[in-house]
């Protein structure tokens, strides 16, 4: 297992791991369709997205969690 001092770089190794895979894919079929060499062209734009996605995500998203916990009402139990 891993040391929970690393929670926020696997937090954003896996999240942009997920994400890129899936937007990119999404992206490369709107874009081109199904091609004859769509997989190639999909993991050539995946591994582009995720080299972005990855650094990305570990900056954003401790922004992203301190902005929701000031939207989100804490409801008394």
């Keep these: 297992m891993i040391s929970a ?42 591994w582009k997205a995720f080299v972005i996605a990855f650094p990305t995500i570990f900056v954003v998203a401790p922004i992203v969690q301190k902005l929701t916990a000031k939207l989100i009402i804490q409801e008394p139990q």
């Design 5 to 46: 001092k690393y929670q926020r770089l696997v937090f954003a190794f896996f999240m942009s791991l997920l994400m890129s895979f899936l937007m990119s894919g999404i992206i490369t079929f709107i874009n081109l369709g199904w091609v004859s060499d769509f997989f190639v062209l999909w993991m050539d734009a995946y």
